[in-house]
């Protein structure tokens, strides 16, 4: 539990910490990637390339310490980051790591000792927060390992045919090497996939969304090749251009809360470019459900030229 003058000292700092936000951020990164190398193998490491390196983490121990009188506020987007971090298989003795890094980084930036009372209350804060984080996402591994085909962590799958759908898509079915059960889903939600990256030398995780509704025996995932600059993505490039069936690749559970809310009503997907690909496995499932039921009216409007900013 904070002591009310440790919350007044974390009050007290935010603004010099929120106006050093990026060099915080970008400190703490390479302090803890380059001391424990084996964690770029969980972190996106895209993110670090491109200049858009995963500030998620330091700023939300930021909004932590803003709303520190009442944090329950925070309680649907932590779950969210949970839902993330159990899709990465992140575990408890990670946040020690981070912790760590964080608070030295705090300390290095601000040019305040490891030992002063300011880092001892941001380090309270820090553990609160763990704390919270590391309860939650055990109850979400139970969950899934306890669901019928269901697993926690990484699982062996291997790629049984791959498709192209256009010149920059591929669809690639996966399924569990072990020939075990799968467990169901809701359409729209995505799994995390794991590879070894040639171009790096290390593996790397994505996100992708399942584009089929379950069906029991394998996922199905659709993945564009991003380039950008003439830079292939590391991931989307290797599975696109690289990865063929017969090959073998990490995945993790089903997760992610973005599904069809209501399938009794009218349902509008709309959607652009490759961020059809939840919607076609919801299109799917809502269609799977008619059959036994009556049909709902479903609009499914789509078009990989949809403008970013709507008129
Ligand atoms: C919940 C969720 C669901 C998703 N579902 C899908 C899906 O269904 N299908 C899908 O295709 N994607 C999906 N994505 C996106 C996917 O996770 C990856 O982000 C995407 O495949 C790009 O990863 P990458 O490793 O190929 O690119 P990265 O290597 O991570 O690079 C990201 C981008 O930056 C560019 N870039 C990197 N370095 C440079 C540089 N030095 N100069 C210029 N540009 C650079 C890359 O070209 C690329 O465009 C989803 C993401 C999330 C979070
Ligand atoms: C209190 C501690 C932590 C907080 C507040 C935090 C916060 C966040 C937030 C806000 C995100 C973005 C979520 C999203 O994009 O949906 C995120 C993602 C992520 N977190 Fe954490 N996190 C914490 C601890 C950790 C730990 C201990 C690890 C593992 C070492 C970790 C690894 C990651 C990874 C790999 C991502 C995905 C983003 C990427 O790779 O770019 N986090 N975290």
Redesign the pocket.
Known sequence: MLTSQQKTLIQQTIPVLKANGTVLTDYFYHRMLSQVPELRETF?M??Q??GKQAKALANAVLAYAENIDDPSVLLPVITMICQKHVSLNIQAPDYSIVGEHLLHSISEVLSVPMEDELIGAWGAAYQELAALMIDTEKKIYAQLAKEQGGWSGWREFTIVKKVAETAKVSSLYLAPTDNLALPDYLPGQ?ISVRINVPSLGYK?P????L?TAPNGQFFR????E????Q???????TLHQQMQVGDLLEVSAPM?DFRVKDATKHNVLISAG?GI??MVAMLEGLTQKDNSTSLPAISFFMSHKMPHTMP
């Open positions: 996106n895209g993110h390339r491109d995505y790397q994505r996100q992708y969304s584009s995932i659709t993945v564009k991003e380039m950008l600059s830079e292939p993505g590391y991931v989307s490039s992610g490759i690909t939840p």
